[in-house]
């Protein structure tokens, strides 16, 4: 009985960390049925939405929940559960050694500081502004205006919990930089800068996810995700709106 | 000249989404090399006066094996490498220019914008499921015999 918890918390665990981290639903399943399957349980039960998993090793078995409140995207982390998820399906490694390294990444801080991810995030809006036919007199404005958006959406994040409110902000400010710079004669065009500095805000992932859980047979995950990056997209569209509008 | 600048700035965009997502430190290349890989197809079929919805589907296929290809060799998920790849196709310009008409009270465009929108995301979406699809006829042929 003992052991049963115990595997349970480990491919709960696993579960939480991978949905944390923004894998689609129907990989944080199969990991959790192949973490389950590995130590000999054959008819482990999981779903998963975006906001929660449930998990029992046997349908006749007490069913665990667990909430999943927010989420962020680390590719990282999902790449290490996978890890170890392979190396416990390959039988070399110990359920409580499983939960230590497991706990390890949980608690593990991003692979790329924040400041880092700002830069990040200036060079692709820049690289995006030329992408998108924009001229190279964009590239600096598309940089500016992309990094303090991002910047902006970080700290926004800090201090309401509701991230499309975050999202709408930093897009304002986009907004707000791109116009500041064409009126004072930097950059050609200020549809090519807000397109380029918008981008490291579009929900990207979040789209490729819903229609691979869609595709997957995940409906209620795949619908939620989609709905999530309409409103993603909607938070952006009416930031910069608000500033076309005043102009 | 263009294209080494088509080259640079998407390698350039698709690495830096793989910073933003957080990517492990040694597929920031590949991940950057993947989508440049589906930009310039896209680029070149468009160039070649190819619709935009079809060019996006096989920018989308070529990303996607690209990844698959990519994931068995770095021994990594399949996602880190598809989702900063694709990033270049998704189309943020036309969104935002439908988001443009709308403010502007210039349904008839925006409309018609956003329709082509929806049409490009179906495009991604197609591109990424068709090489699953394959891989797993694939997979299911190599087990028959």
Known sequence: MTKQ?????????????????????YRVEDTMNRIAEAYGMEDAQSYATPT?????????????????????????????VNKVSRSIATGKLEIDEAFTMLECID??????PEWMQIIAAAFVSGSFAIMFGGTWPDFIPACIAGSTGFAGMLGANRLVDIRFIAEFIGSVMIGVVAVLFISNGFGASLDRIIIGAVMPLVPGLHITNAVRDLMAGHLVAGVSKGVEALLTAFAIGAGIAVIIGFI | MDIIIELITSFIAAAGFGILFNAP????????????????????????????????IFAAMLVAVLSQLCAKFYKKPIIVFSVSGIIPLVPGGIAYDAMRHFVENDYYHAVQLSAQVMLLAGGIAMGLVFSEVVNQVARKFSRQH
């Open chain 2, 25 to 56: 430190r040694q597929v920031l290349i590949p991940c950057g090399l993947v989508g440049m890989s589906g930009w310039i197809l896209y680029d070149a079929l468009t160039e070649l006066a190819m619709d935009a919805v079809p060019a996006t």
């Open chain 1, 107 to 112: 608690h593990a801080k991003l692979t790329f």
């Open chain 1, 52 to 80: 929660g998993i449930h998990f029992s090793v046997d349908f006749s078995e007490h069913t665990n929940f667990m909430r999943i409140t927010n989420r962020a995207t680390d590719l990282h982390k999902i790449a290490e």
């Open chain 1, 5 to 25: 918890v115990s595997i349970a918390k480990l491919c709960m665990l696993a579960g939480k960390i991978m949905l944390k981290s923004g894998a689609e639903t």
